[in-house]
C-alpha cells in the first residue's frame, strides 16, 4: 500500500523531492526501469528520477532490507551502463521508526568494491523541513515531533487551503494512508476529511485493487475446491488479471468440467 504512495508523490512532485534532496531546482523526469534492463527484487519500489545530468534514484522502505545495500549497487552499475556521463544521487528513505541496524547502512563492501548511498529516516526530520512542498507534506506527520497528533491537524489545516480540489483529494488520501503508520485510525478520521480523500485517485485505486485480490481469493478458492490445488503458473495468470477479466472468469469457471478448460479459457484470452 505505501509503495504506490511514495511513488505517487515522487513523480507527481518531483521538484518537491528534487529541492529536498539535491538543494535546487531541478526539473526531473521519470526514468523507466526498463531503460536500463532491470529487473529488481522489487520494482514496485524503484523510483528513478532523471534530469540532463543527473539521476536521482529513491527507496521508501517502512521495514529494512538485508539485501538494500547491494541493490543500490546494482542500481549504480545499471544506471552507469545506461548513463556513463551522468551522477547518480540514491537515497533510501525509511518511513518507520526501527532499532535495526539495517537502516544505518551508507555502505556496500565487497573484495575491492565499494559503493555508498544516503539514507533518510524520517523521525529524524523536523515536519517543517517536510512542510515546504505539497509532495513532502503527507510525510511531515512521520517526522521527529513530539505531538504527532497536533502535527497531523496541521499537516490537515494545510491540505484544506489547498484550492484545487483533485489536487487536495490527492494530498489528503496519502497523507492519511502513511498517518496509518504511527496513528490509530480514529486520530486520522478525526483529523482528515474522508468525504474529499474519498474522491482521489490514490484512494480509488487502493479500493480497486482491493477489489481484485479479493476476486482473486475467491477464484482460487473455487477453483482449489473443484480440481484440486491448480499449479502455481495458473495462478500466476490469474493474478494478473483486469477485474473485469477476473468477475468474467468467476462466471464462466461454473461451466469449467477440468483444468484443462481453465488453461484454454486463459489461453484465449492472453492472445
Partial sequence: MYDPICKFLAESYSSDFARWLLGEETTLTQLSPSELLLEPIRADSLILLESSSEVLHLEFQKEPDPNMAFRMLDYRTRVYRRFPNKEMRQ???????????????????????????????????????????????????????????????????????????????????????????????????KLIREDIMKESVIYQDILAQGEVKGEVKLILRLLNRRFGQIPPSLATKIQSLSLERLEQLAEDLLDFTSVEDLINWLSERSS
Wanted: a negative charge; proline letters at 3%.
Fill in 91 to 189: 537515497v533510501v528513505i525509511y518511513l518507520k521508526k526501527t532499532g535495526s541496524e539495517l537502516v544505518e547502512q551508507t555502505v556496500f563492501e565487497l573484495s575491492k568494491t565499494r559503493h555508498e548511498f544516503g539514507v533518510i529516516k524520517l523521525w529524524e526530520i523536523p515536519p517543517e523541513e517536510l512542510g515546504e512542498g505539497l509532495g513532502l507534506l503527507p510525510l511531515a506527520v512521520l517526522g521527529k515531533t513530539e505531538d504527532r497528533e497536533e502535527t497531523l491537524k496541521t499537516v490537515a489545516e494545510r491540505i484544506e487551503s489547498i484550492e484545487n480540489r483533485t489536487e487536495k483529494s490527492n494530498i489528503m488520501a496519502a497523507t492519511a494512508i502513511l498517518a496509518g503508520l504511527i496513528l490509530k485510525k480514529e486520530v486520522i478520521q
